[in-house]
């Protein structure tokens, strides 16, 4: 089938709603992948309780195994990123599917803390791919309006994988042991891998899109079409870098300590077991889920009522991180449901938080180098996972308190709202040369 042209006229009369669905079948491909990365990435956390009494894991013992799955996925988020923009989404995606699926089953062939070490490096070096690949496909399926809706839904893959996980694991875990556990998630890439491969394509060369679907895709974002291509050290220099570098670099730690951290606390401070912990996480990661789809929606409803669009942008994320206040207060809590609520609350901000901030890459940036950057800002936010990692570990081990991590978590987005005001002042468009050598 001879490629299309996103210059095809749209035929006189064409509605929105019969321009065609083929981006949104992409968008769903990429939710599938997304709760597989979580669900893989999660277990650990919903059967540390176990693996405390089974290997004789430590709060610090936890917290260093965390950090060695941060510090490898902030490593490999800089080649995930290239790889992607090299390979394209297509062959890129479906190897870091393989690798990091490959790891997952690795974690049920082992029994000691070390070996859980050794996995979770190999798991944080193929997951690093999965956003760098998710964003830039939507960069190149969805036009400007359209892009946080669509990272929305598919960043809420996140919370579903966070929601499976609590109904699945533990049953599979008191049934068939927790080596189970991880062989099930573990295998859960194979289908998606095929899936993918059967029905991806660009969107020129997709077999069933139309003309007016890839003109509406196109309409916004003509320099999808082609760009350059350039070094990490160039990508640097842009203040817009740096703007998103510093707004996900001190809020995706607080997104890992909440999927890391939530069970521990349920269970340290309200005594949650295993077979009583589904029902609070699923009402947590439910919540974040609506949050994410709503945060990723409210930019569109915001340009309806008037605002511009970095306006409009930076209102949504003004409102979610408001949603992260609560948590200031969420330390001296006693109910148990009253800390769901606050957490519930706050996950949600997070999820729609991320969903801007994650589109704010491709409000700035052509999508040759959108991978790229979203590398950067992630391994920004492993990094500082990491060292948040070890400190709440430290912290948990000496004081047993959750209330400095809590006043943390309370606090940090505004923080990131004021650096994006400073570093992307009205998510001007980055200037790139029409032609770079790579390095």
Not at 103 to 124: D, E, K, M, Q
Not at 196 to 208: A, E, I, Q, S, V
Request: glycine fraction near 12%; charged fraction near 10%.
């Amino acid at each position: 089938m001879p490629s299309l042209s996103p210059t095809a006229e749209i035929p006189a009369g064409t509605s929105p709603s019969r321009v065609g669905n083929v981006r949104w079948t992409i968008c769903a491909l990429l939710f599938v992948a997304t709760t597989i990365n979580y669900m893989d990435r999660q277990v650990l956390s919903i059967l540390k309780p176990t693996l405390q009494h089974s290997i004789g894991l430590s709060e610090q013992g936890y917290g260093n195994v965390i950090a060695l799955f941060q510090v490898s996925y902030a490593i490999g988020l800089l080649a995930a990123g290239r790889l992607i923009d090299k390979l394209g989404s297509r062959v890129g995606y479906s190897v870091i599917m393989a690798l990091w699926s490959l790891a997952a089953l690795g974690h049920a062939v082992v029994s000691t803390v070390f070996g859980f070490g050794v996995a979770r490096v190999l798991l944080g070096l193929g997951e690093s791919g999965n956003f760098p690949a998710a964003i830039k496909t939507v960069a190149d399926w969805f036009p400007r309006r359209e892009r946080s809706l669509a990272t929305g839904i598919f960043n809420a893959g996140a919370t579903a994988g966070a929601i499976i996980c609590p109904l699945t694991i533990p049953w599979i875990t008191i049934h068939y042991g927790w080596h189970a556990a991880f062989l099930f998630t573990g295998l859960l890439g194979v289908p998606w891998i095929i899936w993918w491969g059967l029905n991806y394509r660009k969107p020129t060369d997709h077999p069933t899109l139309t003309g007016a679907e890839l003109r509406h895709i196109y309409e916004e974002n003509a320099e999808q079409m082609a760009g350059a291509s350039i070094p990490w050290s160039r990508l640097l220099t842009y203040r817009q870098t740096w703007g998103i570098t510093l707004g996900k670099g001190i809020t995706d730690p607080i997104w890992w300590f909440y999927l890391f951290w939530i069970p521990g606390f349920l269970d340290s401070r309200f005594h949650v077991d295993l077979s009583h912990l589904g029902l609070p996480l699923i009402v947590v990661y439910t919540c974040s889920t609506l949050g994410g789809i709503a945060g990723g929606w409210l930019p569109s409803l915001f340009e309806r009522a008037g605002m511009t669009g970095y306006k409009a942008r930076y209102g949504a994320m003004f409102v979610c991180a408001c949603f992260s206040l609560p948590m200031l207060f969420a330390g001296r809590v006693t109910s148990m449901w009253l800390a769901v609520a606050l957490l519930s609350l706050a996950t949600a901000g997070h999820q729609g938080w991320s969903a801007n901030m994650y589109t704010t890459a491709s409000d700035v940036f052509p999508g040759s180098v959108v991978g790229s950057v979203i590398g950067i800002a992630g391994m920004a936010g492993s990094v500082m996972g990491t060292l948040l990692s070890l400190f709440a570990g430290r912290i948990l081990q000496v004081t047993g308190s959750y209330n400095t991590l809590f006043i943390l978590a309370g606090s940090v987005y505004m923080i990131a709202f004021v650096c994006l005001q400073v570093f992307a002042p009205g998510l001007r468009r980055a200037q790139l040369p029409a032609a770079v050598e790579t390095v």
